[in-house]
């Protein structure tokens, strides 16, 4: 990525007219991500913007670039602490995505994210509803990458609202995927999720069993680094606690 962002700087410096603006936004896209990694939020929302700037959306080259730009945006903006703000922006976004492309993936990844900033701004309800919907989806479009995040947050929806039974449906369905994916690092917090739903189905047993198998997907993909550590002995703690009681 260094080596990378030295040349996505250098094709910037070195930008003539006649460069198309797609492969103008797309370099800023790829130094927003950058930056948006290392931590450094003022750049990162520098070139999103550009980025954005740079497409026309009354252009139909533009118009799929232009709307996964605008996700991208949102997603920032929720990450910031704006979700009020990304709830609006999603929800025409939606509605565009719809019209322009039918209930396609993308539609199904805004339908995620929407039900996210809804939990992130409190509106449970509201998430749910999104969750519902993303998961009709899914129950009747052959959708091939990305449903495992997205049975996350349905598990995430449900648990929230202490809907313990389809919380560990749903949460159970995202695990799986993850691992025959052996995307086992990015499954850890979704178990860490499932053993807290195990604990308050009074499921001690196969929550330790979770949380033992979480600890060594972690130690095995981060060493000594602490990785998901914290998370995961806090719910190691919830569970004695609450097994001790009983």
Same mark, same amino acid.
């Not at 509605?95 to 993308?106: A, H, L, P």
């Not at 198998?213 to 919830?238: R, T, V, W």
């Given at each position: ?79 910031? @602490?704006?979700?009020?703000? *990304?709830? +609006?922006?999603?929800? #025409? /976004? %939606? =509605?565009?995505? &719809?019209?322009?492309?039918? $209930? !396609? ?16 701004? @409190?509106?449970?309800?509201? *998430?749910? +509803?999104?969750?519902? #919907? /993303? %998961? =009709?989806?899914? &129950?009747?479009?052959?959708? $091939? !990458? ?101």
């Amino acid at each position: 990525w260094e080596e990378a962002t030295k040349i996505f700087h250098e094709i910037i410096n070195n930008e003539t007219n006649n460069i198309l603006p797609k492969n103008k936004s797309n370099v800023r896209m790829n130094l927003y991500i950058y930056y948006n990694k290392k931590g450094n939020i003022d750049e990162a929302e520098k070139y999103l913007y550009q980025a954005i700037n740079l497409l026309n959306p009354e252009n139909p080259h533009h118009k799929s670039m232009y709307y996964y730009s605008l996700s991208s945006l949102y997603f920032f903006l929720s990450e910031k @602490g704006y979700a009020y703000d *990304a709830i +609006k922006g999603y929800l #025409k /976004l %939606l =509605n565009d995505v &719809e019209k322009e492309f039918g $209930k !396609s993936d993308f539609f199904g990844e805004i339908l995620f994210l929407l039900s996210r900033s809804y939990n992130q701004n @409190g509106e449970d309800n509201e *998430a749910l +509803k999104y969750s519902e #919907k /993303l %998961l =009709n989806l899914l &129950e009747n479009k052959n959708i $091939k !990458s990305g449903t495992e995040t997205w049975y996350a947050q349905i598990g995430a929806s449900y648990a929230v609202l202490n809907n313990n039974q389809n919380a560990e449906k749903y949460f159970e369905k995202s695990i799986e995927i993850y691992k025959k994916t052996k995307n086992y690092n990015n499954a850890i917090p979704t178990m860490v999720s499932l053993a807290a739903t195990k604990i308050g189905l009074t499921k001690y047993q196969e929550a330790e069993n979770i949380l033992k198998e979480a600890e060594n997907f972690n130690f095995n993909y981060h060493g000594d680094d602490p990785g998901f550590k914290i998370q995961i002995y806090s719910m190691y703690l919830g569970l004695y606690a609450k097994s001790n009681k009983n």
